[in-house]
């Protein structure tokens, strides 16, 4: 019965920002690093942020670093990705997931994935 939901995608124009959300429920959430990933159509899905349990730690792709912040509020099960400077190789869906165990940049390391939420960006 474990669900990870995200929020707040839409369209954008090149250079503004969103900030997605996304509320845990049915997990000890304070117990998961989570992750969000990415996929485009015709492409594969691709790792975005990372952050440990207890936010000592994060991780980014290298084409988001410096534009993207992932953070997270357990008293909220709740994990952020604050996303400023968008760029249109920025849209695809964004997925948010849930993993017990380390190696955040392997989706195969995750345990429970979200439906995801779409990210639109026009040039």
């Known amino acids: 019965q474990v669900q990870l939901v995200e929020s707040g995608g839409g369209l954008v124009q090149a250079g503004d920002s969103l900030r997605l959300s996304c509320v845990g429920s049915g997990l000890a959430f304070s117990s998961y690093g989570m992750g969000w990933f990415r996929q485009a159509p015709g492409k594969e899905r691709g790792f975005v942020a990372a952050?440990?349990?207890?936010?000592?730690?994060?991780y980014y792709s290298d084409s988001v670093k410096g534009r993207l912040t992932i953070s997270r509020d357990n008293a909220k099960n709740t994990v952020y990705l604050q996303m400023d400077s968008l760029k249109p190789e920025d849209t695809a869906v964004y997925y948010c997931?849930?993993?017990?165990?380390?190696?955040?940049?392997?989706?195969?390391?995750?345990?429970?994935w979200g439906q995801g939420t779409q990210v639109t960006v026009s040039s």
């Open positions: 952050i440990t349990r207890n936010s000592k730690s994060t």
């Open positions: 997931a849930a993993s017990y165990s380390g190696r955040y940049t392997y989706s195969d390391k995750y345990d429970y």
